[in-house]
């Protein structure tokens, strides 16, 4: 079993940045990858970005330089940095494992950007 704890997620002006964590606990082993979606307000789910266990990374066109996944092999946590943010990425973000086949989901952390 695994388990994905979110934090990290607060209010912040337009232009600024927030680093989200993730925390994966159990059987991670041969993970695929970890990630984050994120959900608007009356919109679906969107994907936003996932870094492989190799530590290659992808990300949506629409956060695509501005957003930087990362992971800590020794801390089994993944974070997203976000920068140059928007009101459009105001969002509950969560974070996300696919292992053998199987995804897992955080408890999301929300992002608001406001000013």
């Known amino acids: 079993q695994v388990q994905l704890v979110d934090s990290g997620g607060g209010l912040v002006q337009p232009g600024g940045s927030l680093r989200l964590s993730c925390v994966a606990s159990?059987?991670?082993?041969?993970?695929?990858?970890m990630g984050w979606y994120r959900q608007a307000p009356g919109k679906e789910r969107e994907w936003v970005g996932f870094?492989?266990?190799?530590?290659?990374?992808s990300y949506a066109d629409s956060v695509k330089g501005r957003f930087t996944i990362s992971r800590d092999y020794t801390k089994n946590t993944a974070s997203l940095q976000m920068n140059s943010l928007k009101p459009e990425d105001t969002a509950v973000y969560y974070c996300?494992?696919?292992?053998?086949?199987?995804?897992?989901w955080g408890n999301g952390t929300l992002v608001t950007v406001s000013s």
């Open positions: 870094i492989t266990s190799t530590g290659s990374t």
């Open positions: 159990g059987d991670i082993v041969g993970f695929n990858y």
């Open positions: 996300n494992l696919v292992r053998i086949g199987a995804r897992y």
